[in-house]
Structures are given as structure tokens and as C-alpha cells.
């Protein structure tokens, strides 16, 4: 199995933050190579408790964008793939599990996970109307590729994710998008 860091910025993810380690840490009980890192702007006695808790480390970056923040925590990981939650919405453990299989696969760069990516007309839309930007998906990609694309823009905050997709879209990437409605559903995990 390859190595997976998620990455969470507590920015990005706000009240969830302990929804969506408890759904990764459900889904990543069983692969022996994950890491957890948060990334946050300032240090809250709380973020010490989940680091415990979920086995996760924390790093508070003050006055960073957000771009900046998820290039250190990549850097500062040796994994394969890195795992970014790009929205505040929690995904369901089924996607998580669903989606470890397609990262021991060599045919497939990134993997989106949550709702159905937009087409190419509303990714144009986005990019020319700010007013249109919804949230990304998470994004699995591997290491290689976020080299390429150079990480996240260390200027950008909130667009740093629209930025990165778009980049993510415009190189030949084999991208697979994984929804609610293609993964396989367990009775009692949610």
C-alpha cells in the first residue's frame, strides 16, 4: 500500500475539524502508512487534543496564506499521495475507503473525492467569475504531480484551491472523480 497524508487546514474545515479526522481516522484505521497533518494560523488548546486523540501533528503558521500553509505541510511529508481537504464539509467513510484501492493503481494521477467535478463550461465560468467559485473537492494527488504543478500559489488564500484545480485540469492528469454515487456503500458507517 502506498503512503497517504491528509492534509487539513483549520481555515478551511472551521467546526468540522474533529468530524473530518474522526471519518479519516475511521477509513485509515487499517492502512498502515497514513499520516494526519493540520496546518492552522493560530495555536488553539483544542488542536492540541486532536493531535493526540487522531494521532495527528499540528502546525501554526501566523500570517501565512493558505497556498503557503498546505506547501509546508506537503513538504514536511514523505508520503506518495497527499490528500487535501479542500471544503468544510466532512466526507462519509465510504468514500475514504473506496478511494485507498485507486491509489495503489499506476493508472491514475489524482482522485477528486465528494461531489461531481464541474464540466469544462462551469471551470471557465469559475475561473472568469469570482462570483461562481464553489468548492472544490478533496483532492488526492500524487507527489510527483504536485511538483510539477509547482504546489499551491504561496500568495493565494482562498483562491489558492481554485487556482490549483485549474492547474490540476489543464495538465494531461489522469483524473478520477469519485462521488457518493460511484462508491460502494457499507450498512452503518457514515
Known amino acids: 500500500m502506498k503512503s497517504v497524508c491528509f492534509i487539513i487546514d483549520t481555515s478551511v474545515t472551521g ?83 473506496a478511494m485507498f484501492p485507486m491509489l495503489d493503481s499506476y493508472a491514475v494521477d489524482a482522485v477528486a473525492l465528494g461531489p461531481s467535478e464541474p464540466t469544462f463550461p462551469a471551470r471557465l465560468l469559475q475561473r472568469f467569475l469570482a462570483s461562481a467559485l464553489q468548492s472544490p473537492p478533496y483532492i488526492a494527488v500524487r507527489r510527483t504531480w504536485l511538483e510539477r504543478l509547482g504546489g499551491f500559489d504561496p500568495d493565494l488564500d482562498r483562491s489558492a484551491l481554485h487556482d490549483f484545480m485549474q492547474r490540476l485540469h489543464a495538465c494531461p492528469t489522469r483524473i478520477h472523480t469519485l462521488t457518493n454515487d460511484n462508491a460502494t456503500t457499507s450498512p452503518g458507517v457514515a
Open 15 to 97: 467546526a468540522q475539524l474533529p468530524r473530518h479526522l474522526r471519518n479519516i481516522h475511521l477509513a485509515a484505521a487499517d492502512h498502515p502508512a497514513f499520516t494526519l497533518q493540520i496546518t492552522s494560523l493560530l495555536r488553539d488548546p483544542r488542536l492540541t487534543l486532536m493531535e493526540q486523540r487522531f494521532a495527528a501533528h499540528c502546525t501554526t503558521l501566523p500570517g501565512t496564506a493558505l497556498g503557503a500553509r498546505l506547501n509546508h505541510a506537503a513538504a514536511t511529508s514523505q508520503a506518495e499521495w497527499l490528500v487535501f481537504a479542500l471544503h468544510a464539509t466532512a466526507l462519509p467513510v465510504t468514500l475514504w475507503v
